[in-house]
C-alpha cells in the first residue's frame, strides 16, 4: 500500500471533494476487506445507472473515474475523447515517450486527462494506475508480434492479469474488455486465438465483465484503408490476397467508442454479456478497395496473389523475427497472420448481441467515415468531389 501510495503522489491523483462524494474511496484497497479472489463488481443486473450526475458537459461530473489501458492506440483517442465530454476523469496509462498521451490531454477540462507512465509487466505499477479508478478498458491489442512482445503475452496474458488485478482491488464496479469479430480458439491466426484465450481469462476471473467484439475498424489511423492507399500511390497497384471475395464487416471507430459508452450508461444489462460490433454493410475484400480507389480519385488496378505465394512473402518476417539483432519492419498489405485470420469470411453471428441492443446506430462507411482518404489524390485534396457532396446525408444516420 506504501509503495501504491508513494507512486501516486508523484502524479497528483488525490480525489477532488466533489469526486470523493460522489465515489468514496476506502484506504484499503487490497487489503482483507475483499479477499484476493473474490470479484467486488455486481453480481446482479439492474444495480443503478454509472453516470449519476452531471449535465454531459467536459467541466461536469459523471461519477466514472476511468483507467484505460491502450488509450494511446486508435480507438483509444476517440473513446477518451467520448468519456471526458460527458465529465468523465480519465486515467491514461503509457509506457513510452511522454509524448504519446499529450493529444488526449486536450479532449478534458483541466486535470481531467491524467496520463500515468506505467510497465505492463509489473504488478505494482498496474495497480498504482488502477488504484483510484472505478471503471477499467483494457483496449490493449496488437496485430502483428515485435521481438519483445508476442501474441499471446499482448493479448491475453496482459488482459487476464487486468482482471485479476481488478478483481482485488475492491472498487471496480465496470470491467471491459476489447475483443476482434471472429475470435476464436479454433482460428488459424495465432492473433484470433490469444484473443479468444483473453475473452475467456477475462470472464472466468470476472464474470461480470463486458466483452466488445468489433470487426475491422475504418477510421482516419485505421490499418486496412491507409495502408491499401499509400501501396496503391506509391506503386500504382493494390495487391488482392486470393481473389479479394472474403466478405468483411468493417466498422466506424467512432462507433466502437459509442458502443462502450452506451454500456457504461446503462443499469448493468450488459454485464456479462459479449457484443459482436460490425458495421450495417457487408462488403468483400474487393469491393472495400473499389470504395478507397473511388475516394482516393485513381483508376483500380489490382494483381491477384494467391494464397499459398502470399504466405510466402509474408513468413520470412516471422521466421527471422528473433533471430536476427535488429528489429524488423511491421508488417501492412503482406501480415503473416492477418492473412490467416482473413482466410475466412468475418461477420457479426445471427444471434449475436450487436449495436442495436446497446441502442447505438453504426453508421455506413460511404460518406463522411471514409473522407479522410481525401489526402491521398493525386492533385490535392480538392480533386474531384468527396463523397459527402454526392450521398445524401439523410441516408446514413
Same mark, same amino acid.
Given at each position: 500500500?506504501?509503495?501504491?501510495?508513494?507512486?501516486?503522489?508523484?502524479?497528483? %491523483?488525490? /480525489?477532488? +471533494?466533489?469526486?470523493?462524494?460522489? *465515489?468514496?474511496?476506502?484506504?484499503?484497497?487490497?487489503?482483507?476487506?475483499?479477499?484476493?479472489?473474490?470479484?467486488?463488481? /455486481?453480481?446482479?443486473?439492474?444495480?443503478?445507472? =454509472?453516470?449519476?450526475?452531471?449535465?454531459?458537459?467536459?467541466?461536469?461530473?459523471?461519477?466514472?473515474?476511468?483507467?484505460?489501458?491502450?488509450?494511446?492506440?486508435? %480507438?483509444?483517442?476517440?473513446?477518451?475523447?467520448?468519456?471526458?465530454?460527458?465529465?468523465?476523469?480519465?486515467?491514461?496509462?503509457?509506457?513510452?515517450?511522454?509524448?504519446?498521451?499529450?493529444?488526449?490531454?486536450?479532449?478534458?477540462? $483541466?486535470?481531467?486527462?491524467?496520463?500515468?507512465? *506505467?510497465?505492463?509487466?509489473?504488478?505494482?505499477?498496474?495497480?498504482?494506475?488502477?488504484?483510484?479508478?472505478?471503471?477499467?478498458?483494457?483496449?490493449?491489442?496488437?496485430?502483428?508480434?515485435?521481438?519483445?512482445?508476442?501474441?499471446?503475452?499482448?493479448?491475453?496474458?496482459?488482459?487476464?492479469?487486468?482482471?485479476?488485478?481488478?478483481?482485488?482491488?475492491?472498487?471496480?464496479?465496470?470491467?471491459?474488455?476489447?475483443?476482434? =469479430?471472429?475470435?476464436? =480458439?479454433?482460428? +488459424?491466426?495465432?492473433?484470433?486465438?490469444?484473443?479468444?484465450?483473453?475473452?475467456?481469462?477475462?470472464?472466468?476471473? $470476472? /464474470?461480470?465483465?463486458?466483452?466488445?467484439?468489433?470487426?475491422?475498424?475504418?477510421?482516419?489511423?485505421?490499418?486496412?484503408?491507409?495502408?491499401?492507399?499509400?501501396?496503391?500511390?506509391?506503386?500504382?497497384?493494390?495487391?488482392?490476397?486470393?481473389?479479394?471475395?472474403?466478405?468483411?464487416?468493417?466498422?466506424?471507430?467512432?462507433?466502437?467508442?459509442?458502443?462502450?459508452?452506451?454500456?457504461?450508461?446503462?443499469?448493468?444489462?450488459?454485464?456479462?454479456?459479449?457484443?459482436?460490433?460490425?458495421?450495417?454493410?457487408?462488403?468483400?475484400?474487393?469491393?472495400?478497395?473499389? $470504395?478507397?480507389?473511388?475516394?482516393?480519385?485513381?483508376?483500380?488496378?489490382?494483381?491477384?496473389?494467391?494464397?499459398?505465394?502470399?504466405?510466402?512473402?509474408?513468413?520470412?518476417?516471422?521466421?527471422?523475427?528473433?533471430?536476427?539483432?535488429? /528489429?524488423?519492419?511491421? +508488417?501492412?498489405?503482406?501480415?503473416?497472420?492477418?492473412? %490467416?485470420?482473413?482466410?475466412?469470411?468475418?461477420?457479426?453471428?445471427?444471434?449475436?448481441?450487436?449495436?442495436?441492443?446497446?441502442?447505438?446506430?453504426?453508421?455506413? $462507411?460511404?460518406?463522411? +467515415?471514409?473522407?479522410?482518404?481525401?489526402?491521398?489524390?493525386?492533385?490535392?485534396?480538392?480533386?474531384?468531389?468527396?463523397?459527402?457532396?454526392?450521398?445524401?446525408?439523410?441516408?446514413?444516420?
Amino acid at each position: 500500500m506504501q509503495a501504491i501510495t508513494r507512486r501516486l503522489g508523484h502524479h497528483s %491523483l488525490r /480525489p477532488t +471533494p466533489s469526486l470523493s462524494s460522489i *465515489y468514496p474511496l476506502s484506504d484499503h484497497y487490497y487489503g482483507g476487506d475483499h479477499p484476493r479472489y473474490g470479484s467486488t463488481l /455486481p453480481s446482479h443486473k439492474g444495480t443503478g445507472h =454509472l453516470v449519476r450526475k452531471g449535465t454531459g458537459g467536459r467541466s461536469s461530473v459523471s461519477g466514472i473515474i476511468a483507467t484505460v489501458f491502450g488509450a494511446t492506440g486508435f %480507438l483509444g483517442r476517440y473513446l477518451v475523447q467520448q468519456l471526458a465530454k460527458m465529465g468523465s476523469q480519465v486515467l491514461v496509462p503509457f509506457r513510452g515517450s511522454e509524448d504519446n498521451p499529450r493529444h488526449l490531454k486536450l479532449m478534458g477540462d $483541466l486535470g481531467q486527462i491524467v496520463p500515468m507512465k *506505467y510497465d505492463p509487466r509489473d504488478e505494482n505499477s498496474i495497480k498504482a494506475v488502477m488504484a483510484k479508478a472505478n471503471v477499467v478498458i483494457n483496449l490493449i491489442g496488437r496485430e502483428y508480434e515485435t521481438r519483445n512482445y508476442s501474441f499471446e503475452e499482448v493479448n491475453h496474458f496482459m488482459a487476464e492479469q487486468l482482471a485479476v488485478i481488478a478483481k482485488e482491488h475492491g472498487g471496480i464496479t465496470r470491467f471491459i474488455q476489447l475483443s476482434c =469479430l471472429g475470435s476464436s =480458439l479454433s482460428s +488459424p491466426s495465432r492473433f484470433l486465438r490469444a484473443k479468444a484465450a483473453g475473452e475467456e481469462a477475462v470472464l472466468k476471473e $470476472l /464474470p461480470e465483465a463486458t466483452v466488445m467484439k468489433p470487426a475491422v475498424m475504418i477510421g482516419t489511423e485505421d490499418r486496412i484503408l491507409n495502408p491499401w492507399a499509400r501501396f496503391a500511390k506509391k506503386y500504382s497497384f493494390l495487391p488482392l490476397i486470393g481473389d479479394g471475395s472474403i466478405k468483411i464487416q468493417p466498422v466506424y471507430v467512432n462507433d466502437v467508442a459509442s458502443a462502450i459508452i452506451a454500456a457504461l450508461k446503462d443499469d448493468g444489462t450488459s454485464m456479462g454479456k459479449i457484443y459482436e460490433l460490425g458495421g450495417p454493410d457487408i462488403y468483400t475484400v474487393h469491393e472495400l478497395a473499389e $470504395l478507397m480507389y473511388d475516394m482516393i480519385r485513381e483508376w483500380p488496378r489490382y494483381v491477384n496473389v494467391p494464397l499459398p505465394i502470399a504466405k510466402a512473402i509474408a513468413m520470412p518476417r516471422d521466421v527471422l523475427l528473433k533471430k536476427v539483432p535488429f /528489429p524488423l519492419p511491421n +508488417p501492412e498489405i503482406f501480415n503473416l497472420d492477418q492473412i %490467416l485470420a482473413f482466410a475466412n469470411d468475418t461477420v457479426v453471428s445471427e444471434n449475436a448481441l450487436s449495436f442495436t441492443d446497446l441502442g447505438v446506430s453504426p453508421h455506413k $462507411l460511404k460518406g463522411y +467515415p471514409v473522407e479522410f482518404l481525401i489526402q491521398y489524390r493525386k492533385g490535392g485534396p480538392q480533386f474531384g468531389s468527396t463523397v459527402s457532396e454526392k450521398v445524401n446525408p439523410d441516408s446514413y444516420p
